[in-house]
């Protein structure tokens, strides 16, 4: 047996704890839980309006669904998933949820219910990434998925969407870049060109890149060093490869934003490091955020995707992911007030045993009646419990010892003016004395 003390644990590095109260870990700020309530509350508002409903799949999944529908020869396949075996099952931590969302589609038959499933998710997401700022190993994805709707007004829908989830958390500052893929047929007739063009080239790529080009040769696209982009410049252009009806449903698209007073700039490098996107392709950036890690969202069509994890027809589908993390250290760099816990409406200070009693069984039917009530819990002195119920921000404060118990009469404070009121002491009258705005009155008048 081990003679040294057991350490103390610590969580897995690129993972952290959401904490009542904001915090910080690895150069990261880390919002309290009351923040991720708030926003994850805003979202579903704005979905709510939308009338996208909620979808829960499981943080397990088969390996095989994120190999073949996010692409056997992506970043997230290839290098980022925390997959193992038990058995002979194959499960792997889902990196992204649009394929799971696929299969749940699929597998419940969703298109029998609805001709358009517009489903959203919230929930943690799993890369095995180098960890930095705005880049982690667990990390939370809120997304949205129209199902079953090949048209470009589906497309317009989700983008406006995203973009009015940033708005309604006060973020209307961000970059819209915009592409389109194409369809089926363009991407290979491109990939192969940009292969043989940059072929050639390779003793100037990075290392990285010269491996891209082997296995995912799009990626290079998103390179950020300028001698790269430069190759890259006189190299082929995606948009030559798109058939006219691509093209023109891209005018479509660009219009409907338009007419929509959606800013937006093209971008013909956004391709995305996911195998199964068509047509459409969007980011959203924020300058907010630092450099390499400044997307809060990306999304596009990907109607390919249904028959790559087993669906006997195509099915439409378009939609986008965002990080939660992002759009944290985006408010935090807004400065934005992020909510935090709501303070007491009620802190009962108890002298005494009787009054524990009695505040316990007081404390239980207020709380059932809907107020946020605080009762010492740790027999602390009366002072201390005063200076607790000013530390929690209570907004009244009432003090019961055996002499209010035996006249049934106390004095609410108003912790905000100071003023105090008479009250009998049973949970229906406190509980309109805690709504009621108390008067303000001279305390030492009421002496
Ligand atoms: P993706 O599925 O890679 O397009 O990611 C969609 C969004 O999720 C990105 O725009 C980021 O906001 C966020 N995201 C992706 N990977 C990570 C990560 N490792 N850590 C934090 N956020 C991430």
Not at 267 to 280: A, H, I, S
Not at 308 to 323: L, R
Request: include cysteine; proline fraction near 4%; charged fraction near 30%.
């Amino acid at each position: 047996m081990s003679s040294s003390r057991t350490e103390l644990f610590r969580s897995i590095k690129g993972t952290f704890d959401i904490l009542p109260e904001p915090s910080s870990s690895d150069d990261t700020l880390i919002a309290g839980s009351a923040a991720w309530r708030f926003v994850e509350r805003k979202i579903a508002d704005v979905m709510d309006r939308y009338g996208v409903r909620e979808i829960r799949t499981p943080i397990l999944e088969p390996t095989a669904l994120i190999a073949r529908g996010v692409g056997e020869s992506t970043d997230i396949v290839t290098k980022e998933m925390f997959a193992f075996e038990r058995g002979d099952t194959q499960y792997v931590l889902r990196p992204e949820v649009t394929a799971p969302v696929m299969r749940a589609y699929l597998q419940h038959h969703l298109d029998q219910q609805r001709s358009v499933q517009k489903l959203f998710y919230i929930g943690p997401c799993f890369r095995a990434e180098r960890p930095q700022k705005g880049r982690y190993r667990q990390f939370h994805q809120f997304g949205v998925e129209y199902i079953g709707s090949s048209g470009v007004v589906a497309d317009a829908e989700v983008i406006v969407l995203m973009i009015d989830i940033y708005r309604a958390l006060g973020l209307s500052d961000c970059r819209l870049r915009l592409n389109t893929l194409g369809d089926e047929s363009a991407r290979p007739a491109f990939k192969d060109a940009l292969v043989d063009f940059l072929r050639p080239h390779a003793s100037k790529l990075s290392e990285i890149s010269v491996r891209r080009l082997a296995e995912n040769p799009l990626r290079i696209l998103d390179t950020k060093s300028a001698e790269e982009r430069a190759i890259l410049d006189e190299g082929p252009r995606l948009i030559d490869f798109v058939p006219v009806e691509s093209r023109e449903r891209f005018d479509r698209l660009k219009d409907l934003l338009g007419g929509q007073g959606i800013m937006f700039v093209e971008d013909p490098f956004l391709v995305r490091g996911l195998d199964y996107y068509t047509e459409t392709a969007f980011e959203l950036e924020s300058d907010l955020l630092d450099g390499a890690q400044n997307a809060l969202a990306g999304g596009g069509r990907y109607d390919l995707l249904a028959r790559e994890i087993g669906a006997k027809t195509a099915v439409p589908a378009v939609g986008f992911a965002a990080g939660m993390e992002r759009l944290f250290l985006a408010l935090h760099a807004a400065s934005s007030a992020l909510q935090s816990d709501a303070a007491p409406e009620l802190y009962i200070v108890v002298l005494g045993e009787k009054a524990q009693e009695w505040a316990s069984v007081t404390s239980r039917a207020l709380r059932q009646a809907g107020v946020r009530v605080e009762v010492d819990i740790s027999g602390r002195s009366a002072k201390a419990q005063m200076r607790e119920a000013n530390r929690l921000g209570a907004l009244s404060v009432v003090v019961v010892g055996d002499d209010e118990l035996q006249s049934g009469v106390a004095r609410l404070r108003d912790m905000a003016n100071a003023g105090e009121i008479e009250i009998r002491l049973d949970a229906e009258a406190l509980k309109s004395g805690v709504a009621s705005s108390l008067p303000v009155v001279d305390p030492e008048a009421t002496r």
